[in-house]
Each structure stands twice: as structure tokens, then as C-alpha cells.
């Protein structure tokens, strides 16, 4: 082991102690600047990742549109079955309705699935509160659980419906009767977004409203694997022609994709500020030792030292802090993540707020998902800062010179 | 030159730029130390003998002059040479012990193995001796905090000794300790250069550390003036 090593693991462990004061402070800070935006990365992560599968799931990973109506869709369905990696693929139509339970209106937004598939593009036996998808048919509606509240239906109740198309025969003066259905389940996916306004029919009973006939509004593919939906989309777009194009899931919801990243990417950014904070105080430490050590700087030059071996002492240091608060910021993270429930439920039951936590949030293990990326980083950024605060001080030892040192008495 | 003299200078010249007039602390030391002998240098108080003995060990460069390691001119050599030549071919010990405070005895001994780039089993076993002999056979896992000044003192000298060095610099190495302690840490210390056949350049202010040195020079002027040999001091009595 060089000697410049060896005498920075010794400040760090010195002989007889087990450890330096110095070493288990700097330690724990960058422990816990690791340790915190790993736990946060990963929990955003996690909710990111909820929010993506159900925008994902709901929408169907890749659409052919063309628009207006396809009244043939059977060539974009075989088209899109060739594709390499395409599970699903069946026409959707979809817009808005006007519905009626017990005189309470509603304007809901309708997605008309075709019920013939083998699969469904939308897994809806995920979301299914209650019902069976089974029970899906020309006479049965499925309603977000939103929305089933807003207008006190549930599964079993009947509700009416009118479609865009009966207002031109009222304009006709003809008489106008609402579609009566009856709900055959409610669905939850979560997402608010879409509980709150959205309600599922067949596809045959959405073209009908909508006077479509055999038309769609589209054709929804569903992926073995929903990250292939750039590539699908783009091989079917060289086969496409204007004005039929291909569209994936995340290009429809950019703006909230986006608005996901930049939240993480914020949170992350003020909380490396933990780690910046844990490398001044590592800088400054160390600069006090090169301070402190003067004299002893002094007598490794005149034992025969190099400049550049005794700055590396301090640089080490810095170093070893920064690796050894990586590992146990790490290990610390995936420990709490892993426990997350027991700490959770450990807090609220002090607090009194275990009802309050699952009432408001929804749940009681918040999702987490892990991303090498954030791990590289995190653990480079600490490593790189905790060296960088040791190459200041070290800066100063080097340019001590050795009887300026060791006349510094 | 002579062939023997481990350490040898001509006209070593040192100006220090001071705040109100430029100090001329050496003009024209003339030094040679030959190989297993012992010399004293004694002087007042500022007259330059440690600014002698840090260009002597070239931490300190002089003005003009030059200094012979060996019969060697390192005054033109790079400083890493001279750093890892000086590991092995002097030892310095300082009135401050100056031990690393986060090794225990036996570790800082071994500094100089590991600066050197010498550890082995015979060098640990040589720090193990070489404490045994000055007296801490019982101390080798001591802290420096947890030694006398003069065990921390002895503790240097090991460290100083431990690459066999042809020539041992020391100033003032009694300087911080009691006179009793002191004497009995100048008996170990001049016995052990004695039977390491190690050149001594001992600065002291004490005359009668200084007569037990094969020759005692005294720095005045900023010059060596020789003021006597053991022959000497005999026919003198
Ligand atoms: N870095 C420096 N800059 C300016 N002057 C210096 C410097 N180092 C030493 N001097 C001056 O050089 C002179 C000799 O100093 P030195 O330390 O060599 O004396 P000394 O003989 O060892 O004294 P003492 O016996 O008190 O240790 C002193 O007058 C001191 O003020
Ligand atoms: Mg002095």
C-alpha cells in the first residue's frame, strides 16, 4: 500500500481508536445526502411510474388515426397484427355523451372498445371494482368510480343516455328517446383523471350512438413491452400514407410525461444540496488537519516526501469519505425503502394518523421503483464532490514547504 | 574532496529577505562531515544552524554554494531525487518529535520503511530492535500521546535510524526535555550513531553534548569556526 494511503486511512482509522470523530461525521453527511435522494428519486420514480402505466394502459400504447372515420379499419388491423412485438390491436371510437341517472346530468366522456378481441387493448380486469368484463355488452356500461358517485349509480342501476347524434333529430322535431343501459361494473384505475368522466360501452353500441355504422375513430394497438412504442409507431408510420399516422401513448400525453421529469429532476436538484452541504464541511475539516498537521507535513517532506504524495493524504481522505458514504447511503436507502411500510406505519401510529394517510393518499406502501441511473449518479456526484473537497486542502499541503513547515512552530 | 566525507559544502551562502534590512544567515559555510563521525555545531540563538541544517537536507535551497551528498552535487538535481535519496541517506530529528499522531510507536517508526518504499519483515523487524534499544520494548503500541518527551524522542530516533542512514541531522533533540532526560536521551543517542557507524551532525547548546562529539565546530558570523577536536580538548587539560 503506498504510504500516502496508508496515512489517510490512518487519519480516517486511527490505530487504537476505531474511528475518527472527523470520519463519522463526514461520513454521515454524505450518508445522508446519498441516502435522501435515493429514498426520493425512488418514491418519485415509483408514483411516475403508476402514473405512466395507467396513462399507458388507458390509451392504448400505440393508435393509427386517420383523421375523421375509418370505415375500413381491417387493413390497418392486419398492418399492425405483422408488427414485431404488437400483442393487441382492435378499432376504438370514442367521444361525448350526455348521461342521465335520476335527473342528475353528467357529460362523460365514452370509450367504445371492441368486445370481440381476443384481449382487450385496455386491461380493464385490472381496474374492475366490481362487474365482470364479461358483462360487457350492447345493453351494459362500465363507469369510472368518479363518476358513478357523482350521479349515485352503481352496479345493477340504469342510466340514460344521449349521443351528439340525437340532437339532429331534435333538430328534425323527431321524438327523442334516450339509450337506457345498465351498469354492469365500476372501474377504478386511480387516475382521476379518467374515474371521474369516463365510461366504457362496445364498440357496436359507440357506433351506433355516433351514427358511425362499421366506422372508428381509430385503431389501438397494445405492446408486449409498452417501451417498443416509439419503434412500432415509427415502422408503421413508413408504411402509413397521409392522412393515416401513427401516434404512441406518449406522445399524447407529452405535456404530462414532462411535467413528471421536471418534478424529479427539480427535487433531485435541491436535494444534492445535502451532499454540496456534506462536502464544505468535509473541505473544511480537511483544511483544518492540513492546518493542524503543518509541522507533521513538514517532517514528511524532510523524511523524504513528495509534494504531490503528501497533498494525496487529504485528497484520499475526501475520497474514502465520499466511498464509504456512497455504500452506507445506499445500503441506508434500500433498507428504509425495503421497510418503508413498517416506518410509515410506525409514524402515522405515533402521530394518530393512520386513517388520515390512507384516506387522503390512498395507500399505505407508497411505490417505488428503482433506477440504475439514479444510483450511478447519485453515487458519482457524491464521489466526485467528496473528492473535489478534499483536492482543496490537499491544494494547500502541497504548497507548504517543508522547513516553512516545520518552522512554523 | 575527500573520498570518505558522507556530507560536504563549499561556500553555502543564505540571504533572508527581512521586513527592515536583508540577514545574511551564512556566508560561506565550508562543512565536511566524514563518514561515522560526530560533529557539534553550537552558536547563540539565531545564528543560522538550523537554516544550515535545512540546506544541508536541501528542504531549504541556499543562495550560492554547494552541497555534496556522498561526494554527489544535489544542489542541480530535481527535487523528487533529492526527496527519495534523502528516505534512505539521512535521518533528521527535530527539537519537536513531530511523531504522527495517528500511529502508534512501532508504526511511526516504520514511516520511514514506507517512505522509502522498504516495508518488509526485516525492516518491521529492525523498528522492533531499534525500539528495543533505545528503551521501549514495552511502548511499541504506545500513542504518542501516551509517552514522555523523552520516550517520543526516542521513538524519532528510531525513526531516524531505521533505513541505516549514513548521516543522522539533529537539532536541538534535547531541546524540549528536562536536563535529566535530556542526558539520558543524549547517552542513547550518541551510542546508538556510535554503533550504527552513522555521521552525526548534532546542533546543541549544551557544551558538554557537545564535547562528547569527535569534533565541535561553532557557528558565528555565519561561518563554522572549528574549536577543537578530541585531541584538543585532551591537550588542553
Ligand atoms: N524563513 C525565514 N525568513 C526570514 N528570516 C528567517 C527565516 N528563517 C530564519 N530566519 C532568520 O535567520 C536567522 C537564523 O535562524 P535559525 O533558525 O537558523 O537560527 P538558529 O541558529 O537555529 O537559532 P536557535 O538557536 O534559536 O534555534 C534568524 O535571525 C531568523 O530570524
Ligand atoms: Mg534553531
Redesign the pocket.
Known amino acids: 500500500m503506498p504510504w500516502y494511503l496508508y496515512l489517510a486511512l490512518k487519519q480516517l482509522f486511527p490505530s487504537g481508536r476505531l474511528v475518527s470523530l472527523f470520519c463519522v461525521v463526514s461520513v454521515i453527511g454524505v450518508t445522508l445526502g446519498v441516502a435522501v435522494l435515493l429514498i426520493v428519486q425512488s418514491v418519485m420514480n415509483g408514483f411516475g411510474k403508476e402514473i405512466r402505466d395507467k396513462l399507458a394502459d388507458t390509451d392504448g400504447h400505440v393508435r393509427i388515426q386517420g383523421g375523421g372515420i375509418l370505415y375500413q379499419t381491417w387493413p390497418l388491423v392486419e398492418m399492425a397484427e405483422q408488427i414485431d412485438g404488437v400483442e393487441a390491436v382492435s378499432p376504438y371510437a370514442e367521444g361525448m355523451v350526455m348521461m342521465m341517472h335520476r335527473n342528475i346530468p353528467a357529460f362523460p366522456f365514452v370509450r367504445g372498445v371492441d368486445v370481440f378481441g381476443d384481449e382487450p387493448i385496455v386491461p380493464f380486469d385490472k381496474y374492475l371494482r366490481s362487474g365482470k368484463f364479461e358483462d360487457l355488452d350492447d345493453e351494459t356500461v362500465f363507469l369510472g368510480a368518479g363518476l358513478a358517485a357523482s350521479i349515485g349509480a352503481y352496479a345493477g342501476s340504469t342510466v340514460e343516455v344521449y349521443s351528439p347524434l340525437m340532437l339532429e333529430k331534435l333538430k328534425k322535431d323527431e321524438v327523442l328517446l334516450p339509450r337506457e343501459l345498465t351498469v354492469a361494473g365500476i372501474f377504478e384505475t386511480g387516475y382521476n383523471e379518467i374515474d371521474a368522466n369516463t365510461m366504457i360501452v362496445t364498440l357496436r353500441l359507440m357506433q351506433e350512438l355516433y351514427g358511425l355504422n362499421d366506422g372508428a375513430h381509430g385503431v389501438a394497438l397494445r405492446l408486449k413491452n409498452r417501451d417498443d412504442a416509439v419503434k412500432v409507431a415509427n415502422q408503421l408510420n413508413a408504411q402509413l400514407q397521409p392522412p393515416y399516422s401513427a401516434t404512441t401513448w406518449l406522445d399524447r400525453n407529452s405535456a404530462m410525461l414532462s411535467v413528471l421529469v421536471l418534478e424529479k429532476t427539480v427535487m433531485s436538484f435541491i436535494i444534492l444540496f445535502i451532499v454540496l452541504v456534506a462536502a464544505f464541511s468535509i473541505a473544511s475539516s480537511l483544511y483544518t488537519a492540513v492546518v493542524r498537521k503543518t509541522r507533521e507535513i513538514g517532517l514528511l517532506g524532510a523524511m523524504g516526501a513528495r509534494s504531490r504524495h503528501t497533498a494525496a493524504i487529504f485528497c484520499l481522505q475526501g475520497m474514502i469519505i465520499g466511498v464509504v458514504g456512497s455504500l452506507l447511503g445506499v445500503g441506508f436507502a434500500l433498507l428504509a425503502l425495503h421497510y418503508r411500510v413498517n416506518i410509515i406505519d410506525a409514524i402515522t401510529a405515533a402521530t394518530d394518523s393512520r386513517d388520515m394517510m390512507i384516506r387522503f393518499y390512498k395507500f399505505r406502501e407508497p411505490p417505488v421503483h428503482y433506477e440504475a441511473t439514479d444510483f450511478v449518479l447519485t453515487v458519482a456526484f457524491a464521489l466526485v464532490v467528496s473528492t473535489l473537497a478534499g483536492l482543496i486542502p490537499a491544494w494547500f499541503a502541497a504548497r507548504l514547504k517543508p522547513?516553512?513547515a516545520l518552522?512554523n512552530e | 574532496m575527500s573520498n570518505d566525507a558522507v556530507l560536504q559544502t563549499a561556500g553555502l551562502t543564505?540571504i533572508?529577505?527581512?521586513p527592515d534590512a536583508d540577514?545574511e544567515?551564512l556566508a560561506g559555510v565550508d562543512l565536511c562531515v566524514r563518514a561515522g563521525e560526530s560533529v557539534s555545531i553550537r552558536?547563540?540563538?539565531?545564528?543560522?544552524?538550523?537554516?544550515?541544517?535545512?540546506i544541508l537536507s536541501t528542504l531549504?535551497l541556499p543562495d550560492a554554494g554547494e552541497v555534496f551528498w556522498n561526494g554527489e552535487s544535489v544542489l542541480k538535481k530535481s527535487a523528487d531525487w533529492r526527496a527519495a535519496r534523502r528516505t534512505t541517506f539521512m535521518g533528521l530529528v527535530f527539537?519537536s518529535y513531530y511523531l504522527i499522531p495517528e500511529l502508534n510507536a512501532l508504526e511511526n517508526v516504520l514511516m520511514a520503511a514506507r517512505l522509502a518504499g522498504r516495508l518488509n519483515g526485516e525492516t518491521r523487524q529492525r523498528a522492533k530492535d531499534l525500539l528495543a534499544q533505545v528503551g521501549l520494548s514495552e511502548r511499541l503500541r504506545h500513542m504518542p500521546g501516551q509517552l514522555s518527551g523523552g520516550e517520543r524522542q526516542r521513538v524519532a530516533l528510531a525513526r531516524a535510524l531505521l533505513n541505516k542512514p549514513a548521516l543522522v541531522l539533529a537539532?536541538?533533540p534535547t531541546?524540549n526535555l528536562d536536563e535529566h532526560t535530556g542526558a539520558e536521551v543524549m547517552d542513547i543517542f550518541l551510542k546508538m550513531c556510535a554503533e550504527e557507524q552513522v555521521a552525526l551532525c548534532l546542533?546543541t547548546?549544551n557544551p558538554a553534548f557537545a564535547a562528547r562529539t569527535a569534533r565541535r565546530l561553532f557557528?558565528r558570523g555565519g561561518v563554522l569556526e572549528e574549536i577543537g577536536s578530541h585531541e584538543g580538548t585532551e591537550a588542553q587539560r
Request: no cysteine; net charge negative.
Open positions: 522547513a516553512d518552522r | 543564505k533572508f529577505k527581512g540577514i544567515v552558536g547563540e540563538s539565531g545564528a543560522g544552524k538550523t537554516t544550515l541544517l535545512y531549504e527539537q537539532d536541538e531541546g546542533v547548546h557557528m
